[in-house]
């Protein structure tokens, strides 16, 4: 999701595709693949690769011949597989060369290593974008890859699989039958999610455990609020924030309104679990807790260059004392307001070490339906963190026991209540 590592049909997608610009949450070959097919496949068929090169891309020339000091990509080797799949395959009669020619392009795509690179067909482009809107069928779990295996990032609130006990950090080494060694996120996404009222079974092992477990999971209706708004002690206001999505910006001000008209003294944000979504959303939250002006992130392009994005003004809860809860779930989105918060403000986290998912991804709208959700910049912190597999370390670190969780007992968010007392005695932003 699953981790990090979300949602909108029809008409209503192309809006999305500006938003997820900015989402935390090229194919210049498909067009050059379709077009040189009937040009380039008799005279390119013939010619091999002689031995194994690495061809930089954006240095090379994608014909059937060699200009001068160029390395060659030669396509004769590809139309060469296609010929022999017409040819020899036992059950050629039930090829579809649509799917084909979407499956050699997420074999390319998948070539770059990067998991959060994912080109999506059109059954998969409409299922993105219900995931961006909000509600869909399946488990309610972020999934990502974290040292090459399958990961749940994090459970969404009152989710099946939170319900069902899947953790953030557990492994899943196998869905149903199928191992998950080599999978994408997107294929696993596509094995979990399913009818709601029908189940699938996770082989997950967890951190700090020798054996294996099975948790079987009953799929349901998935409806994701982003915000919800608790009041600890008559000054303390608890706002956790689920994600960052589509809603979350008008939830958070409701809420912002709220705990105004109460009068609270003091903001506890919880972004434990928090997978992550749209940039834009989290530039908008830190402009509610942080003064106007301020860096909140900056993306670096694959040129260099950098580029920073700054608070918006609207900065109505930037004078209250404020702590963080984050941990293992917590990632992109979610980072990036930590991490703002914790360098222009000097708000302290408390929890666990973040995910660790600093790069930003663009969607683009493709022929026939399809889409590409391709990394185009990875994000640093105001103070120039890079934080891509390595989090974002909690000021004080508190652990979460399976003891603590199978008897709802929460030592982070005590913690966190404790931290902000203390400050609201003598606010310091």
Request: no cysteine; hydrophobic share 40%; glycine share 8%.
């Amino acid at each position: 999701m699953d981790e990090e590592q979300l949602k909108k049909e029809g008409g209503n997608f192309a809006k999305n595709k500006g938003l997820l610009r900015r989402y935390l949450l090229f194919f210049a070959f498909i067009f050059l693949l379709a077009g040189s097919f009937w040009l380039g496949f008799n005279r390119g068929k013939a010619q091999t690769v002689s031995k194994e090169k690495t061809f930089p891309l954006e240095e090379s020339i994608i014909e059937n011949k060699s200009p001068e000091n160029k390395p060659v990509v030669d396509f004769s080797l590809f139309w060469r597989v296609w010929e022999l799949m017409k040819e020899k395959y036992v059950d050629k009669t039930s090829l579809d060369a649509q799917q084909m020619v979407y499956g050699a392009i997420k074999g390319m795509v998948k070539a770059t290593g990067d998991p959060y690179t994912t080109f999506f067909d059109p059954k998969e482009t409409k299922s993105f974008s219900e995931d961006i809107l909000g509600s869909f069928e399946g488990i309610g779990a972020e999934l990502g890859i974290k040292d090459e295996i399958l990961t749940v990032i994090a459970p969404l609130e009152d989710s099946p699989a939170q319900k069902a006990g899947l953790r953030s950090g557990d492994k899943i080494l196998k869905i149903g039958d199928k191992p998950t060694a080599d999978i994408t996120i997107d294929e696993a996404v596509d094995l979990i999610r399913g009818k709601k009222g029908t189940e699938v079974a996770l082989t997950v092992l967890r951190e700090g455990e020798q054996e294996t477990r099975e948790i079987t999971i009953v799929r349901n209706t998935i409806e994701v609020k982003s915000v919800k708004l608790e009041f600890k002690d008559p000054d303390i206001a608890y706002l956790k924030l689920i994600k960052f999505g589509e809603e979350t910006s008008k939830e958070f001000d409701a809420a912002m309104n709220q705990i105004i008209a109460r009068g609270s003294k003091g903001i506890i944000l919880d972004m434990r679990n928090n997978p992550g979504g749209f940039l834009d959303k989290s530039v908008d939250i830190a402009s509610r807790l942080i003064a106007k002006g301020k860096i909140v992130v900056s993306e670096e392009d694959n040129a260099g260059k950098k580029e920073s994005l700054y608070t918006l003004g609207g900065d109505k809860l930037s004078s209250l004392p404020i702590v963080v809860l984050i941990n293992e779930g917590s990632a992109s989105a979610s980072e990036i307001l930590a991490g703002a918060l914790r360098d222009d403000r000097q708000v302290e986290l408390i929890g666990k070490k973040s995910f660790g998912k600093g790069s930003v991804q663009e969607l683009l709208d493709l022929p026939g339906n399809s889409s590409i959700k391709i990394t185009v910049a990875k994000w640093l912190t105001p103070k120039g963190d890079y934080i891509m597999e390595t989090g974002i370390n909690p000021d004080i670190e508190i652990d979460l026991t399976p003891d603590d969780f199978n008897n709802q007992r929460d030592p982070q968010l005590n913690k966190a209540l404790e931290v902000i007392k203390e400050k609201m005695k003598s606010p310091v932003n």
